[in-house]
């Protein structure tokens, strides 16, 4: 659930997403928050984007396929389809 969590305000965020965000908006450990993300960088649904100006930091950008199904949940949210 974390993890969908972490998709959907990565989706919604206006402003650049970063773990400790994700942590702070779900209220979570980071370490929690950095399982739920690496669960969808390895689904190919985000990617980490490193920092310019501070290396230690990364910021996360929806894949295509991430904006996808992103696309495909607001669009039908109590379809239940998504979920099979």
Known sequence: MRSFAALLITHTSEQSTTTTSIAQALNVPLGASSFAIDRLVAEKLVKRVSDKADRR??????????????????????SGSHFE
């Open 57 to 78: 930091v990364f910021h996360l950008r929806l894949t295509s396929s991430g904006r996808a199904l992103c696309r495909n949940l607001v669009k039908a949210p109590n």
